[in-house]
């Protein structure tokens, strides 16, 4: 998708979503808490927050 500049959604509560996406953001209650690229973060600091 991304070499034909299509966007796409992915949500889950599983951490392979590294291997596959560009951007890693977090929501709780409805409120953004974490958006960050996935090559500036990792899983730990993932689970950290949640």
């Keep these: 998708m991304k070499g034909q500049g299509l966007t796409g959604i992915f ?7 590294f291997q596959s996406c560009d951007r890693i953001v977090a929501m709780a209650r409805g409120e953004i808490v974490f958006d960050k690229p996935t090559a500036e973060t990792s899983i730990d600091e993932v689970h950290a927050l949640l």
């Design 11 to 17: 949500i889950s509560h599983n951490m392979h979503v």
